[in-house]
């Protein structure tokens, strides 16, 4: 199985600056068929189902602001959020999607410094 | 516009069955891999299982296979999760899924608002 990491565990970032948060596949999850990364980004607020950002590492989802972006590849991602705001507070979740089982990291909580 | 609604979940006894159901609607449901994803309290989401659009490819994760059947009824735009031989480690709630693409490659892009399943005695 395709194991998921992710850093930091949390991280506290005043409104207004920008939070960064790392994943990283112990496998390969670019397809070298359509040169596209496998790799998925999910926000999850309590109560809530997950909710997908963004995918192929760097496609936003129609409707997700653009202060979010994604980039990376092979093994190594990020999820850049841009202009932190209130409703950003989430914990946020890197996907593989290459291989069965699908699997997830273990999530970053992002706060409000 | 889609539309996923789980039921099912509750109280069950260590050792114990349920039948999870999803209804699905809004999109051509027998187009698309569906998936049963799983989320224990204060850890992250745990992929279950997935079947193909006309449900003759399903998959498990390694922790329930031989316990938990997936299947679907596209008559009925339904999917559904029968969990036996359930234990204490099961207790989660467990959303019902859509995949965006007719294979399996894709990301989860619906998600319903989940059903809790609480194994205990």
């Known amino acids: 199985d395709i194991v998921m990491t992710q850093s930091p565990d949390s991280l506290a970032v005043s409104l207004g600056e920008r939070a960064t948060i790392n994943c990283r596949s112990s496998q390969n999850v670019l397809n070298s068929s359509n040169n596209k990364n496998f790799l998925a980004w999910y926000q999850c607020k309590p109560g809530q189902p997950p909710k997908l950002l963004l995918y192929w590492a760097s496609t936003r989802r129609f409707g997700v602001p653009d202060r979010f972006s994604g980039s990376g590849s092979g093994t190594d991602f990020t999820l850049t959020i841009n202009s932190l705001q209130a409703e950003d507070v989430a914990i946020y979740y890197c996907q593989q999607f290459y291989s069965i089982p699908f699997t997830f990291g273990p999530g970053t909580k992002v706060e409000i410094k | 516009e889609v539309q996923i609604l789980e039921s099912g979940g509750g109280l069950a006894q260590p050792g114990g069955s349920l039948r999870l159901s999803c209804a699905a609607s809004g999109f051509n449901f027998r187009n698309y891999v569906m998936s049963w994803v799983r989320q224990a309290p204060g850890t992250g989401p745990e992929w279950v299982s997935g079947i193909s659009g006309n449900g003759e490819s399903t998959y498990y994760a390694d922790s329930v296979k031989g316990r938990f059947t997936i299947s679907r009824d596209n008559s009925q735009n339904r999917l559904y999760l029968q969990m036996n031989s359930l234990r204490a480690d099961d207790t989660a709630v467990y959303y019902c899924?859509?995949?965006?693409?007719?294979?399996?490659?894709?990301?989860?892009?619906?998600w319903g608002q989940g059903t809790l399943v609480t194994v205990s005695s």
């Open positions: 899924a859509k995949l965006d693409g007719g294979d399996w490659n894709w990301p989860l892009d619906y």
